[in-house]
């Protein structure tokens, strides 16, 4: 049989031999679905991460435990679908369709039950804690109650996901035995297309405008159109024909039945690019904050680049292979070391002399080159090997994606929590690299992977595999890390970040991932002073949240009242002493206490109450899931963790007027009594918000409510030499609620589903500029 041309999709059948023409669903169909598959689900991914973290946390093992379920839905399904697709090999090809546009359907039914049922998981979480400092809850046993029940919720979608490739495959190898060969790498490539269309639209248009819950409800919307379309097209009259002819034909391609053991390495090959691609990811994000920022567009960019290069790679391996059905084996030497030369070429994007040079001109031209080369040749092997080892059975095809996503679920583990904290972004990178350059150099001497026989080595040969080794070696040690630029400092490493302590005296501070998280200034100190003097009795229990270089902590110290300081980042307070000389011996007093953990997590899951919590979110005030730390729902669980009266300390910095409006009015809306003043150097904002009304006093009053010792610790930095016009430099600066609601009348109160810090791609390119205040 045989496509007549100019028509999609319509095929010489023996319904057609009869005087009848039937259409059977074009290979063009399966591109689209998969393009609309991967497109939603990159953006249920990333919405699902980031409802996961407002229930229960923005910690790096929660982040890991979402993702790992995530991936391990795609492999279950993936590999369950392979399986149901081999038993019920004889069902014509419609049958598979209205299964796989089953599958797309329980998709999109996710946009409803994901976000209830997280809801559900974190308030059976908070129920179930009994009395006492942390409600029974242990920060390891509230990780393994929160993993259940978020695995409960996503795997079963996840798995539905992972169940489309085998499902579809088995469709188009009933219905397009010229595809069938081939027919992953050509859903893979529509897949990774999509996917990165999600990236870009998700971040830069759908999230801004509509928030993350009418986001799903549109990704909903597509998921249903590829339902209805995919079921419709199972019952066109072609479709529900038998295809006995075709079957006869696979079974006598004497291709076909050439033995698959020449094609066994291709199963630890995917292992190892899932594994190391994956990987190289967190990886990146960590080597390239430093320039790009730890905002959410870089790291839509980094998903993009290495999205759209896998797409790239897999677009030329669609051109590439009917001209060379053959050379698989011969080729994986050459792309195995082109793996590993492009792993390394990061190291060049990340050299921080690049960044004052004119070599790269822009932070995409720093992610194409070092993303780019590595990305495009995981794209053009990976779904050559899927194809190679599977040869258009569905059965196999699972398997083989299932070992790639398993890889891909140990690739971001191993980095994270071994790899980066013993050896650096660095180091890891050399760590990962490694394998995959000796291996190719290993596939060229023996002549290629799957070849079974000893290369010829002749001038050409030798001469490139010196030239990978040469270029190897240039990339490592001709280039630096960011680390470089602080040869002095003190650096610590964990499965969050890594952290330079570095500067003498004042103009000390305090790096995490090559940001700029704070410095030593009298600021910190009045986040502390302020809202514990304007209590109406003295403190009794103090919070922290972000201890940053512990100023504050150090400060409510002072006052001689219990402290917790919660800290995400578990290196920063070790490095209390390098920025206060008395750091150690505070950490020692039985009134301190240093908690590891997300502050919202930290809330979730505590029962104590207390009369002060004041607030520092790590800068910039645009940084990704930093608008979990000013939104509405974040201000309704403090409240419940505040003594009657209590007092919450909100530090903001200077924003854009929407961004001060909003959180202005997410405070407004969540507490009775709101008051805001300047701070002591005349930028950014303190609020104060408690339940019951703030008396308005004068600076003397709230220097003469100060211990001694506090009093000392206000003015150790001054920019004033006595307590009273310290606190007058800020209570004489009160500004207007109101005034600062209506900065922007139409700007909605900041919320976990609107965080309108974070996203503002559109306003700032099309909207009129607002300057910041």
Known sequence: MKRRPGRVGVIDSPAAAHGKRSVLPGAGWYFAFFFLSGYCSLVYEVVWLRLAMARFGVTTPLVSIVLSLFMAGLALGSWLAGRISRVLDGRPGSYFLRLYALSELLIGVSALAVPRGLEWGRALLAGAGGSGETADWGSTSYYIASGFSISLILLPFCTCMGATFPLAMSAIRKDHDALAEKSFSYLYLANVLGACAGTLTSAFVLIEVFGFRRTLDTTAALNALVAAAAFWLSTSP?????????SLARRADPDRRQPLSAFGTAIPLLFLTGLISLAMEVVWIRQLTPYLGPVVYAFAGILTVYLASTALGSTVYRRWSPRKPASGGALAAPALLAIGVGALLSLLAADPRLARRTVIASDAARLILGLAPFCGVVGFLTPLLVDRWSRGDPDRAGRAYAVNVIGCILGPLLAGFCLLPAFGERGTL???????????????????????RPARFGLKRSSGLAGVVGLSGLLVFGTRDYESDFPSSEIRRDY?????????????????????????????????HLPMASLASPPRNVLVICFGMGTSFRSALSWGTPTTAVELVPSVPSLFGFFHA????????????????????????????????????????EAAASGLLYSRDFYSVIRTRMTPGGILQQWLPSGERIVVSAVARALSDSFPSVRVFRSVEGWGFHFLASDRTIPSLPASALAARLPARAAADLLEWGPHDNPEAQFQAVVGSELSLADLIALDPEAPALQDDRPVNEYYFLRRTFARSQPPR
């Open 582 to 621: 008395d750091g150690p011996l505070l950490l020692r007093s039985p009134e301190a206490r240093v908690v590891i953990d997300d502050g919202r997590r930290f809330l979730e899951r505590t029962r104590a109450r207390y009369d002060v919590i004041t607030i520092d979110p790590p800068p910039p005030v």
């Open 430 to 452: 050399l760590v990962l690299a490694v394998p995959l350059v000796g291996f190719g150099l290993l596939a060229a001497v023996r002549g290629g992977i799957t070849a079974g």
């Open 238 to 246: 072609a479709a529900l024909e038998p295809k006995a002819s075709r």
């Open 496 to 528: 969050t970040a890594t952290i330079i302590a570095e500067g003498e005296g004042m103009k000390k501070q305090l790096l995490v991932n090559g940001q700029g998280i704070t410095s030593l200034t009298p600021i910190t100190k009045m986040m502390a």
